[in-house]
């Protein structure tokens, strides 16, 4: 299937992910969206003169150049119907139509990937938590999915190239745009040793908005999710809401009760919306039973003491614990909003629907307008209907 149709449906300006799953429902193919006509295209669901608009622009000079830049700067695309697209993110409601990688993909379906995730602004204590889980999880097999970012994300993926592991970093810019720049080297690094993907053209620049967007990449990945540190209102919070909207366990490392950095770790815990992780061998025992080869480890906790490491999964000759057939009920946590957010909350409330309307009633910028509306929709405060933005839930 032709990689051009997906870039230009892909690139389809004010077309979201979902709404494009939408018309590929329809359509099957982004190649037959590309050949239908106005009158085809004007009875899909949740469309509007915008969106008509961009679908019903067939210039394909922009996927193109996408082309030309991925193979000047070898990076590989990946669409979504691809046999070597990653079977755990195909699965969530609204994974990328098209990835772009550098490096080399792990076997996603073999290997065991979590994900650490936490704040920029982390304490020493935080940093050593990453790297005491990432370096750890790693040797023991598993594939370290995080975002790169300053504090517990950088840290995580750094500790598992350091335990000689396999690491993914998602970012929220283009894949040949390091984001921040002070992990150039460690990108490259990543780059030789995992991979380094992202759901943005090359070429994009970090926007605000693009990393809670991106989450639900990281936490697709991923069969569980380890939050570290984070306080009540942070990215990390965002991706543990998502892992548990894609039925994906969440776990968390207890922190210090007064510490601030820490509240949303602490929360979850007390909410029972994450199990508790004191050791890697919590989350390793998780999914499986038995003893694990014994190892040399890199990043011993703070209090010297013999842990009993688990593998991924049992040996064929010890049955595995009979385990209940009834799923825990894990309590969503709700999103802290922003004095902005509760602005377009309550102007979408007020039957303001558009993304135009709202700025006319807020004066607030357009992009700030996008970015909280992005965060309410996160959060379930707000939906996306045929007729525009409702509100979905109370704040």
Same mark, same amino acid.
């Given at each position: 299937?032709?990689?051009?149709?997906?870039?230009?449906?892909?690139?389809?300006?004010?077309?979201?992910?979902?709404?494009?799953?939408?018309? !590929? /429902?329809?359509?099957?193919?982004?190649?037959?969206?590309?050949?239908?006509?106005?009158?085809?295209?004007?009875?899909?669901?949740?469309?509007?003169?915008?969106?008509?608009?961009? !679908?019903?622009?067939?210039?394909?000079?922009?996927?193109?150049?996408?082309?030309?830049?991925?193979?000047?700067?070898?990076?590989?695309?990946?669409?979504? *119907?691809?046999?070597?697209?990653?079977?755990?993110?195909?699965?969530?409601? %609204?994974?990328?139509? +098209? !990835?772009?990688?550098?490096?080399?993909?792990?076997?996603?379906?073999? $290997?065991?990937?979590?994900?650490?995730?936490?704040?920029?602004?982390?304490?020493?204590?935080?940093?050593?938590?990453?790297?005491?889980?990432?370096?750890?999880?790693?040797?023991?097999?598993?594939?370290?999915?995080?975002?790169?970012?300053?504090?517990?994300?950088?840290?995580?993926?750094?500790?598992?190239?350091?335990?000689?592991?396999?690491?993914?970093?998602?970012?929220?810019?283009?894949? %040949?745009?390091?984001?921040?720049?002070?992990?150039?080297?460690?990108? /490259? *690094?990543?780059?030789?040793?995992?991979? +380094?993907?992202?759901?943005?053209?090359?070429?994009?620049?970090?926007?605000?908005?693009?990393?809670?967007?991106?989450?639900?990449?990281?936490?697709?990945?991923?069969?569980?999710?380890? +939050?570290?540190?984070?306080?009540?209102?942070?990215?990390?919070?965002?991706?543990?809401?998502?892992?548990?909207?894609?039925?994906? %366990?969440?776990?968390?490392?207890?922190?210090?009760?007064?510490?601030?950095?820490?509240?949303?770790?602490?929360?979850?815990?007390? $909410?029972?919306?994450?199990?508790?992780?004191?050791?890697?061998?919590?989350?390793?025992?998780?999914?499986?039973?038995?003893?694990?080869?014994?190892?040399?480890?890199?990043?011993?906790?703070?209090?010297?003491? $013999?842990?009993? *490491?688990?593998?991924?999964?049992?040996?064929? %000759?010890?049955?595995?614990?009979?385990?209940?057939?009834?799923?825990? =009920?894990?309590?969503?946590?709700?999103?802290? =909003?922003?004095?902005? /957010?509760?602005?377009?909350?309550?102007?979408? *409330?007020?039957?303001?629907?558009?993304?135009?309307?709202?700025? /006319?009633?807020?004066?607030?910028?357009?992009?700030?307008?996008?970015?909280?509306?992005?965060?309410?929709?996160?959060?379930?405060?707000?939906?996306?209907?045929?007729?525009?933005?409702?509100?979905?839930?109370?704040?």
């Amino acid at each position: 299937m032709a990689m051009i149709y997906w870039l230009w449906l892909a690139t389809r300006p004010g077309c979201s992910v979902r709404f494009c799953h939408g018309v !590929l /429902e329809r359509f099957g193919t982004p190649e037959a969206v590309w050949q239908a006509g106005r009158e085809e295209l004007s009875h899909l669901p949740h469309i509007n003169a915008s969106r008509l608009g961009a !679908l019903m622009e067939k210039d394909l000079t922009y996927p193109r150049r996408i082309e030309r830049d991925c193979r000047r700067l070898g990076i590989q695309m990946i669409h979504l *119907q691809d046999p070597s697209y990653p079977e755990p993110l195909r699965q969530i409601a %609204d994974p990328p139509l +098209v !990835l772009y990688v550098r490096g080399t993909l792990p076997d996603f379906t073999g $290997q065991l990937s979590i994900s650490i995730v936490g704040t920029r602004s982390c304490t020493e204590y935080g940093l050593h938590a990453a790297r005491y889980f990432a370096g750890n999880l790693a040797q023991q097999g598993c594939i370290i999915v995080s975002g790169m970012a300053l504090g517990i994300d950088g840290a995580a993926n750094r500790a598992a190239l350091e335990a000689g592991g396999v690491t993914v970093a998602v970012l929220g810019s283009g894949v %040949d745009v390091c984001y921040p720049w002070e992990h150039k080297k460690l990108m /490259e *690094q990543i780059v030789r040793h995992g991979a +380094v993907i992202s759901e943005y053209p090359p070429g994009t620049e970090p926007k605000g908005w693009h990393f809670p967007v991106r989450n639900r990449i990281i936490t697709g990945l991923s069969r569980g999710t380890l +939050v570290v540190e984070a306080p009540k209102r942070s990215g990390a919070l965002i991706s543990a809401d998502l892992a548990l909207e894609q039925g994906r %366990d969440v776990f968390a490392v207890p922190g210090d009760i007064n510490r601030a950095s820490c509240a949303g770790c602490n929360r979850l815990i007390r $909410q029972g919306a994450a199990e508790l992780a004191q050791e890697p061998s919590d989350i390793l025992a998780h999914y499986g039973s038995g003893e694990a080869k014994q190892e040399p480890r890199r990043y011993p906790p703070r209090q010297q003491k $013999q842990v009993r *490491q688990i593998p991924i999964s049992a040996p064929a %000759d010890q049955p595995k614990q009979a385990q209940s057939t009834e799923p825990a =009920v894990r309590p969503k946590p709700k999103l802290a =909003v922003s004095s902005v /957010e509760r602005t377009v909350w309550q102007a979408v *409330q007020q039957g303001h629907a558009t993304v135009d309307a709202v700025v /006319e009633a807020t004066g607030l910028p357009a992009a700030s307008v996008l970015a909280a509306l992005t965060m309410l929709e996160i959060g379930t405060y707000v939906r996306l209907t045929g007729s525009g933005y409702q509100t979905a839930e109370d704040i």
